[in-house]
């Protein structure tokens, strides 16, 4: 039964959901670094929020873990590439809070404009200070969004309905989507010109961090409004201290820091910051909608390899996850058998779909194919890095699916091109999913994979397959099955056998000095 660690303040539904899809689960949440290192072994799944830094030396300690879970949207307190390297899949739930932090933006904008949280304090000390709470309306003013993804959008939908000119800058915002939003595309310069408010809604990335720094607070308005309830980061501390004392800046409303949990900062010494502890996401619809989204996801992944939101692997439908299985098995065994047969560098890899395996989601078979290719040059490949290495390594890989009626109601063929030549294999499924290689090289040939294989290339002549029987007989080794196949009488011709144990490699020196035969090669599985 897989065992999932809750480290962080989910709510209870997370637990609930595991435990009711048999999943063992502990909540443990304020754990330090070294505790969690201590512990994180035990698990399958780490269930966060944005308390926990899942780091590398986390990740290297979590031996067992194939899968983080964030009950919200930001994951720069994951190192994907890290994990992505270790094969753990990381997944996030896109939109369950963004609602909820775009309304807290909206919220903040507001209390900064009209000094709600300063007169509420006023308030409270008896003084009535009528005079000295003098706001700025925003009807009519300019929002600037950096930033126009899930959450910029909604913050756009609602600044318009408040009567706000709404400018956006977001290098990924196509026109069409920023017309149907109803807001001006600009660049970040004269977004940093126009804009009367300032709010951010990026991740944190290395394009993004400091967005808002010295350079850029010069190109803005005097009196200008910044709010940021994306994450610290974004706006550099220092710079936007420096423009609140020479009042460049009116006011600034944030929900993240630089440093969190943000206990002492210099920016707590302004009257006109607002300051709240990163609760973008905080509302209980929110938590609820994360918790329940990550909760099920991770169950999928751990209990039937469904993969949705991975911000790191291809996803596969909880519909589709069964289907997939067998031919997850198929395309394993034909990359296998082409990556153990690839001696020099792999440039380019062709994964062909037909018939029915071309009406299937067919990413994750991709990926299959690549890390079982990959398997043998590397250690560290896996099925959520192999399309990575395969990039790094300059191979080009390309899926093709064919309308085509071919022989077989299914079939996925796999192309290696290396320096020296190129080789394919082709494989199919039986109606009960057993999965048969059924072409090498061209050659017609229909083979079960095994644990332990020969395969010889040799010139279609008469007596090597007695030659090649009594090596093995003598040696000891049963023949599980023999499988045979040829281009065409006294051509080049393939033998695939099956072998009860392992191989040794003098039988194999022993069949490679027989007359006519070209290549010899024992294939794991
Ligand atoms: N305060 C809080 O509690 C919360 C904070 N967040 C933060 O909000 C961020 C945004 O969330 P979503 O809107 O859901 O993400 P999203 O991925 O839908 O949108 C992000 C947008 O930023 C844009 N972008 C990327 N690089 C950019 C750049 N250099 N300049 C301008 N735009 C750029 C992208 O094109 C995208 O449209 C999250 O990454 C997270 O860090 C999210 C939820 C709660
Ligand atoms: O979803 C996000 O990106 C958030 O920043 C929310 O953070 P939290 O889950 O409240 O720690």
């Known amino acids: 039964m897989p065992k999932v660690l809750i480290s962080d303040d989910l709510s209870p539904l997370a637990k609930q959901i595991f435990e009711a899809r048999g999943i063992e689960v502990d909540q443990i949440v304020g754990l330090t670094k070294d505790e969690l290192i201590a512990k994180i072994g035990e698990y399958d799944g780490l269930a966060i929020r944005s308390a926990t830094k899942v780091t590398k030396d986390v990740i290297a300690a979590a031996t067992n873990l194939k899968v983080v879970g964030r009950a919200g949207i930001g994951v720069d307190n994951v190192d994907i590439p890290t994990a992505t390297g270790a094969g753990i899949v990381v997944m996030n739930t896109p939109f369950g809070n963004s609602i909820t932090t775009a309304e807290h933006a909206i919220a903040m904008m507001f209390a900064i404009a009209r000094e ?15 005079n000295r709470f003098m706001g700025v309306e925003l009807t009519s003013k300019t929002l600037g969004i950096i930033g126009c993804g899930n959450i910029g959008s909604i913050v756009a939908e609602r600044a318009l309905g408040l009567r706000m000119k709404v400018v956006a800058f977001d290098p990924y915002l196509s026109p069409e989507r920023a017309v149907d939003l109803g807001v001006e595309k600009v660049e970040l310069d004269e977004l940093f010109r126009r804009a009367d408010f300032i709010t951010l809604h990026t991740p944190l990335t290395d394009g993004t961090r400091g967005v808002v720094n010295a350079a850029a607070f010069a190109k803005m308005k005097d009196g200008v409004f910044i709010i940021n309830c994306a994450r610290g980061g974004l706006v550099v501390e220092k710079d936007l201290k420096a423009a609140l004392e020479s009042g460049k800046v009116a006011g600034a409303a944030l929900d993240v820091f630089e440093v969190e949990p943000a206990k002492q900062n210099d920016l707590f010494a302004f009257e006109n910051v ?21 909760a099920e996801q991770m169950a999928d992944y751990l209990l039937d390899g469904a993969v949705t939101n991975a911000l790191n692997m291809a996803s596969v439908s909880a519909e589709d996850a069964p289907r997939l299985r067998p031919y997850m098995k198929l395309a394993a065994q034909l990359g296998g058998f082409a990556g153990q047969l690839t001696e020099t560098g792999i440039k380019k890899v062709v994964i062909e779909y037909e018939g029915d395996a071309a009406q299937l989601n067919v990413r994750p078979l991709t990926a299959a194919v690549l890390e079982a290719l990959l398997r043998p040059l590397m250690d560290s490949v896996n099925m959520v890095n192999a399309p990575t290495v395969a990039k790094e390594r300059n191979i080009e890989v390309s899926e093709v699916k064919h309308d085509r009626e071919g022989d077989y109601h299914t079939l996925m063929r796999v192309t290696v091109t290396t320096e020296k030549q190129t080789r394919d294999i082709a494989g199919t499924l039986f109606a009960n999913g057993d999965a048969r290689i059924v072409q090498i090289k061209g050659i017609s040939i229909e083979a079960q994979v095994t644990d332990n294989m020969i395969f010889v290339v040799n010139e279609d002549l008469p007596g090597f397959i007695g030659n090649l029987g009594t090596i093995l007989g003598s040696a000891g080794l049963n023949i599980a099955t023999f499988n045979l196949g040829r281009e065409a009488a006294g051509k080049e011709a393939i033998a695939l056998v099956a072998i009860d144990g392992a191989v040794p490699q003098d039988v194999l020196g022993q069949i490679r000095s027989l007359p006519h035969v070209r290549q010899v090669k024992h294939l794991k599985f």
Do not use: C, F, Y
């Open 274 to 294: 607002i300051l709240t502890p990163h609760l973008g996401a905080s509302t209980n619809e929110a938590q609820v909608n994360v918790a329940v989204q990550v």
């Open 116 to 130: 709600i949280p300063m007169a509420d304090a006023s308030t409270r000390l008896g003084k009535w200070e009528k």
